[in-house]
């Protein structure tokens, strides 16, 4: 590969917007998870798709590797350069081009954030729901298909992308999708680019999906005292159609570090945090069906916020629970994995997965969102103590297992990138093979974020 001669045909073309220097290589080469450090070679920062598809044109001429960048909030190492080669970040490409409100969609650059976007969007009363925690940008939402604490509601990425434009792997700029809320024309190269983590090309503008603002909006906590009684009542909420925008449940270990860290005073036992969209009178009535439903499973202590400084204060802190994890055993590192497994099937998956972290004794707290079967794990070691490492990867491996023995899957929302490799022969069988095969056909000669996603060697 001629990696220098590309940066150098790139330093040529695009000057000052190519950096090679020691604080942008080691930002956009670290995790904020468990992985080494990757360092590109140079980070290009461009600020409309033709320079996009300048950089791309380049290492493919020069077969350099090319590995977008947005925010650097992914967990499995999507954005690391494991070969070397050049970072594109979209910090610069972070407008907002156009906002339809009578059709409720809106066209933005991929350096967009999605707080940003809710930001602009407050006027029209329309909102962007899908809300990872993290205030990622919206192409790297799209690239990972992330989803997060609104998707029982409101659904993931793949719900909310009705087009996009994409530099491919040998520049040429492509426009996917239509305005149209539905379409039976052709293959859904949408949603082929959507979830493919930049190793099929590079998304330079995005069109998405939007929705009006709620009438009123209620949220709450209630406590439970086990993880299997939150989750029963989370089931019996789902089928019997209650309208939940939100719910999330904490574990004793996620409640413990949350009250440390924000100063709050909740019990520590399994809670779940609840938030209902609607009409004033249909937010009362859901709100009282389910604490209905929770009396039933043991749910007590419930406390209401409808305030909206109450509510951010709530989800505030749901959101930086991953830092509360991480604060109360100051020093360590962290693996952060996640499953999904059909919903009848998570309460024994998490009892399983925390009895399995007892035995190996192992600091584990788990949070998610119960109401698609989607949780996480924070495993907390020390990166000194080799002993503590292996057993923190060996749990995470057998969470894993255990999620496709249950019929689940190995990440519900993470994504795959170079962390969860080892597993896609088993969940897709021959359909890994066949992603190998259109990321041959699309990168033939594989610079889009080598060593991700696809079968080694593509």
């Given at each position: 590969?001629?990696?220098?001669?590309?940066?150098?045909?790139?330093?040529?073309?695009?000057?000052?917007?190519?950096?090679?220097?020691?604080s942008?290589?080691?930002?956009?080469?670290?995790?904020?998870?468990?992985?080494?450090?990757?360092p590109?070679?140079?980070?290009?920062?461009?600020?409309?798709?033709?320079?996009?598809?300048?950089?791309?044109?380049?290492?493919?001429?020069?077969?350099?590797?090319?590995?977008?960048?947005?925010?650097?909030?992914?967990?499995?190492?999507?954005?690391?350069?494991?070969?070397?080669?050049?970072?594109?970040?979209?910090?610069d490409?972070?407008?907002?081009?156009?906002?339809?409100?009578?059709?409720m969609?809106?066209?933005?650059?991929?350096?967009?954030?999605?707080?940003a976007?809710?930001?602009?969007?407050?006027?029209?009363?329309?909102?962007?729901?899908?809300?990872?925690g993290?205030?990622?940008?919206?192409?790297?939402?799209?690239?990972?298909?992330?989803s997060?604490?609104?998707?029982?509601?409101?659904?993931?990425?793949?719900?909310?992308?009705?087009?996009?434009?994409?530099?491919?792997a040998?520049?040429?700029?492509?426009?996917?999708?239509?305005?149209?809320?539905?379409?039976?024309?052709?293959?859904?190269?949408?949603?082929?680019?959507?979830?493919?983590?930049?190793?099929?090309?590079?998304?330079?503008?995005?069109?998405?999906?939007?929705?009006?603002?709620?009438?009123?909006?209620?949220?709450?906590?209630?406590?439970?005292?086990?993880?299997?009684?939150?989750?029963?009542?989370?089931?019996?909420?789902?089928?019997?159609g209650?309208?939940?925008?939100?719910?999330?449940?904490?574990?004793?270990?996620?409640?413990?570090?949350?009250?440390?860290?924000?100063?709050?005073?909740?019990?520590?036992?399994?809670?779940?945090?609840?938030?209902?969209?609607?009409?004033?009178?249909?937010?009362?009535?859901?709100?009282?069906?389910?604490?209905?439903?929770?009396a039933?499973?043991?749910?007590?202590?419930?406390?209401?916020?409808?305030?909206?400084?109450?509510?951010?204060?709530?989800?505030?802190?749901?959101?930086?629970?991953?830092?509360?994890?991480?604060a109360?055993?100051?020093?360590?590192?962290?693996?952060?994995?996640?499953?999904?497994?059909?919903?009848?099937?998570?309460?024994?998956?998490?009892?399983?997965?925390?009895?399995?972290?007892?035995?190996?004794?192992?600091?584990?707290?788990?949070?998610?969102?119960?109401?698609?079967?989607?949780?996480?794990?924070?495993?907390?070691?020390?990166?000194?103590?080799?002993?503590?490492?292996?057993?923190?990867?060996e749990?995470?491996?057998?969470?894993?297992?255990?999620?496709?023995?249950?019929?689940?899957?190995?990440?519900?929302?993470?994504?795959?990138?170079?962390?969860?490799?080892?597993?896609?022969?088993?969940?897709?069988?021959?359909?890994?093979?066949?992603?190998?095969?259109?990321?041959?056909?699309?990168?033939?000669?594989?610079?889009?974020?080598?060593?991700?996603?696809?079968?080694p060697?593509?």
């Amino acid at each position: 590969m001629g990696t220098n001669e590309a940066i150098e045909a790139l330093t040529s073309s695009l000057g000052q917007r190519v950096s090679r220097s020691k604080s942008d290589l080691e930002m956009h080469g670290a995790s904020e998870t468990h992985f080494a450090p990757m360092p590109p070679d140079a980070v290009v920062y461009p600020d409309c798709t033709a320079q996009v598809a300048e950089v791309i044109r380049i290492c493919a001429a020069h077969r350099c590797p090319v590995i977008g960048w947005g925010t650097g909030t992914s967990l499995e190492g999507h954005a690391l350069a494991a070969r070397g080669g050049v970072t594109v970040d979209f910090r610069d490409m972070n407008r907002i081009l156009d906002i339809r409100a009578d059709d409720m969609d809106v066209r933005v650059q991929p350096g967009v954030t999605r707080e940003a976007l809710n930001t602009e969007l407050r006027a029209t009363g329309l909102f962007f729901p899908v809300d990872p925690g993290a205030n990622a940008s919206l192409g790297g939402m799209a690239a990972t298909r992330a989803s997060g604490t609104t998707a029982v509601r409101y659904g993931t990425m793949r719900d909310h992308v009705l087009g996009l434009e994409v530099v491919t792997a040998t520049g040429e700029v492509i426009r996917t999708g239509t305005r149209a809320r539905k379409s039976s024309s052709g293959y859904d190269l949408t949603a082929l680019f959507v979830g493919s983590e930049g190793t099929l090309g590079l998304i330079t503008e995005l069109t998405l999906r939007l929705h009006g603002q709620p009438e009123a909006i209620a949220a709450a906590v209630c406590a439970f005292d086990d993880v299997a009684g939150a989750v029963a009542a989370t089931n019996d909420a789902i089928q019997l159609g209650l309208p939940m925008a939100r719910i999330e449940l904490l574990d004793r270990a996620s409640v413990a570090a949350v009250n440390a860290y924000a100063g709050s005073d909740m019990p520590e036992v399994p809670h779940l945090l609840l938030e209902f969209h609607g009409t004033e009178a249909g937010v009362r009535e859901t709100s009282e069906t389910f604490g209905e439903v929770a009396a039933g499973h043991g749910g007590r202590d419930f406390e209401w916020a409808t305030r909206p400084e109450d509510r951010s204060a709530l989800w505030a802190m749901r959101h930086n629970a991953f830092y509360a994890i991480l604060a109360s055993r100051p020093g360590t590192r962290s693996l952060v994995t996640d499953a999904c497994v059909p919903i009848s099937r998570l309460a024994e998956t998490i009892k399983a997965t925390q009895e399995d972290f007892a035995h190996h004794n192992l600091t584990g707290p788990i949070l998610g969102h119960v109401g698609d079967g989607n949780f996480h794990a924070v495993l907390l070691f020390d990166e000194n103590d080799t002993g503590a490492v292996t057993r923190a990867h060996e749990a995470a491996h057998r969470l894993v297992e255990r999620t496709l023995d249950m019929g689940g899957t190995a990440t519900g929302e993470h994504g795959i990138g170079m962390g969860k490799m080892r597993y896609m022969a088993r969940e897709h069988g021959g359909g890994w093979d066949m992603m190998g095969q259109i990321k041959r056909a699309l990168d033939p000669d594989g610079i889009m974020n080598p060593g991700k996603l696809v079968p080694p060697g593509n």
